[in-house]
């Protein structure tokens, strides 16, 4: 049985019927997020909350926590960070995933709050998100012979010389002057209770995550406590968790998908959540061994984001996975191709899920107690809203569109952000009591949902979001650029990948290959690294002189299937037609002419797997 309700919630009715039965605080009643360990811990004091792997090798005895154990590590961080910078303090952290992250994480929100960053990021960058955060402590590992944590931790000191360094070392090296110890710090501190008083909940602040690219200019988005309750309790609902499952998580700790929908969530449920050693899903060893960690821990729910999924269709399934009830996809829209595989590789169903930074990190489920409908972001949270709504010319969003009818997703409700550290920011994001999403999308008549496209121009590689001005401004800065616009060309294993137009100043000269050795300096993540930078003459714009992008999407993707198709016909002499448009943001037509008949089969097969509407057709 459901833990929180008499029956499974696998629709839309039954979602209308729960919220009408009991509001969110008589259905669960924490008040911050401190109180999901805190009533977790009472129910299930000797039940595992994290097993954590470090390698991921077949004889690895791993590190585990309890429930007890875990509001313990917690207690203890809020203490520690308190007494270091008084009560009410911002704790930002650069941290792979370990049991550490999860004591700083949420010990950060028990007494102030949490800035999670990005590890892979450059130190300035670090600097600007810990600066325009106002933290006072940088939580970051100690030095390791692959990672760089420390060293841009350094760095950052040296620019924010008032900030507090706490080092999370995994030797017996001595710590730097004026730099705490992880473990020293916390074991100075009461485990069993909070010295501050009562732990910051309700609309307190819980953290701030940073979203899309990071400029001089960082986006950090508010949570609240009760945004994450509310969106981590809709998770615990839809996905139908118990303290009988456990759960892969390979996702980085920066991300509101590891954070919320794959931690809080289970936390909520008593459930165990497998750490996927501090590389995730990056670890090659992990990916190896994926299925015997599935059959050793007994997991039951397992997936990740599409760029993941694709990696184990490589490994064969070598185990006993029958403890797997459902696998789950988020972060990008996952490929057909990719899910059909994989359902049939493992024998569960996929079950995807829809979220943003902005909404808690969740928005809609296919619910794991229905039968999964491929391609659907499932259906809305418990108590809240999700509105598709009719775009105007003019950008204005207007009243609610029919069913498959494609239109702009709003969201509203509990789980929804009150808006960005800088407020300036907020601009038509939050209007009228809802989020715009800037997502292209649509529902059916049983009210799940369908992402169509996006209207706003992130590019998204492997669930990772990628702001194209982070691009454009390192390319811009070349003396012979005179304009530069980044947008995703669509991949079948990452499903967008960053590619760059360029036009030049008049007169000057530039290879594609001279500016991406430019550029890759500058740009503060590797994976905005521009796959590919295409000189042209101009630049597209609209008549009031904005980069009109739509053109720029429809060329790289018309470019990307003339090699695609050239390469699967063994020639290139089809007809190849891209538009804006459809139910995917992208229609492709390829016509073959009559000498390539007999290819017709293996140009749809190259093409599909695509995040595009295809069809093949043959000339008359």
Excluded at 109 to 128: K, R, S
Excluded at 254 to 269: D, K, N, Q, R, Y
Excluded at 277 to 283: D, T
Aim: hydrophobic share 45%.
């Amino acid at each position: 049985m459901p833990l929180f309700s008499d029956y499974p919630v696998a629709t839309l009715k039954d979602v209308i019927k729960f919220e009408s039965e009991k509001a969110l605080e008589l259905r669960y009643d924490a008040r911050s997020v401190y109180d999901i360990f805190a009533k977790s811990a009472a129910r299930h004091p000797d039940r595992t909350a994290l097993t954590m792997l470090m390698t991921g090798a077949d004889d690895e005895t791993p590190r585990l926590v309890t429930y007890r154990q875990m509001l313990e590590g917690v207690t203890r961080a809020a203490n520690c960070f308190a007494d270091l910078a008084g009560s009410g303090a911002g704790v930002a952290y650069i941290l792979p995933s370990l049991v550490e992250t999860h004591f700083t994480l949420w010990g950060a929100e028990a007494q102030g709050y949490a800035v999670p960053i990005n590890f892979l990021l450059q130190a300035q960058n670090i600097a600007d998100l810990v600066q325009a955060s106002g933290a006072k402590i940088l939580v970051a590992l100690g030095p390791h012979p692959q990672l760089d944590i420390w060293q841009k931790a350094v760095e950052v000191g040296k620019l924010l010389p008032d900030i507090k360094l706490v080092q999370v070392s995994l030797s017996d090296a001595p710590l730097p002057e004026g730099v705490l110890g992880f473990w020293p710090g916390l074991n100075a501190h009461e485990g069993n209770t909070l010295i501050f008083g009562k732990a910051r909940g309700g609309d307190d602040v819980a953290a701030y995550f940073h979203t899309g690219g990071t400029t001089g200019s960082p986006k950090l988005v508010t949570h609240t406590h009760r945004n994450q309750i509310a969106a981590a309790f809709g998770g615990t609902v839809l996905q139908d968790l118990s303290e009988t499952d456990a759960i892969t998580n390979g996702l980085p700790l920066f991300h509101v998908g590891a954070t919320i929908s794959c931690g809080l969530s289970f936390f909520i449920a008593g459930a165990n959540v497998l750490v996927l050693s501090p590389g995730g899903m990056r670890n090659p060893v992990i990916i190896k061994n994926f299925w015997k960690i599935v059959e050793r821990y007994r997991a039951t729910v397992i997936g990740g984001v599409p760029t993941a999924l694709a990696a184990l269709l490589n490994v064969p399934v070598d185990a006993d996975i029958s403890s797997a009830r459902f696998s789950i996809s988020g972060g990008a829209l996952l490929p057909r191709a990719v899910a059909l595989q994989f359902q049939k590789m493992t024998g569960t169903t996929i079950h995807e899920i829809l979220g943003m930074t902005e909404t808690g990190g969740l928005v809609s489920i296919d619910p794991a107690a229905a039968d999964p409908v491929l391609g659907s972001g499932g259906i809305r949270l418990p108590y809240t809203q999700v509105v598709v709504r009719k775009l105007g010319a003019d950008g204005s969003l207007g009243e609610a569109c029919a069913p498959h009818e494609v239109g702009v997703m709003t969201v509203s409700g509990p789980n929804v952000t009150p808006g960005y550290k800088d407020r300036s920011q907020n601009g038509a994001t939050l209007r009228d009591g809802y989020l715009d999403s800037g997502d292209l999308a649509y529902s059916d008549e049983q009210g799940r949902l369908f992402i169509a496209g996006r209207s706003k121009d992130l590019i998204i590689r492997s669930g990772h979001n990628i702001d194209p001005v982070l691009i454009e401004d390192a390319l811009q800065s070349h003396p012979a650029v005179a304009l530069a616009a980044a947008v995703g060309q669509p991949d079948k294993y990452a499903g967008e990948l960053p590619v760059c137009y360029v036009a030049l100043k008049p007169g000057a000269l530039a290879t594609a290959d001279e500016l991406k050795a430019y550029a890759e300096p500058l740009i503060a993540e590797r994976p905005a690294w521009p796959k590919q930078i295409i000189v042209i003459d101009a630049i597209p714009v609209t008549s009031v002189g904005k980069i009109f992008k739509p053109e720029l999407r429809t060329d790289a993707v018309q470019r990307l299937v003339t090699q695609v198709v050239a390469e699967a016909a063994g020639a290139a002499d089809a007809a190849i037609d891209v538009v804006a448009g459809g139910k995917r943001g992208i229609d492709v037509t390829v016509t073959l002419p009559r000498a390539m008949a007999g290819q017709h089969a293996a140009v749809e097969k190259a093409l599909d797997g695509y995040l595009f509407d295809y069809k093949v057709t043959q000339a008359n």
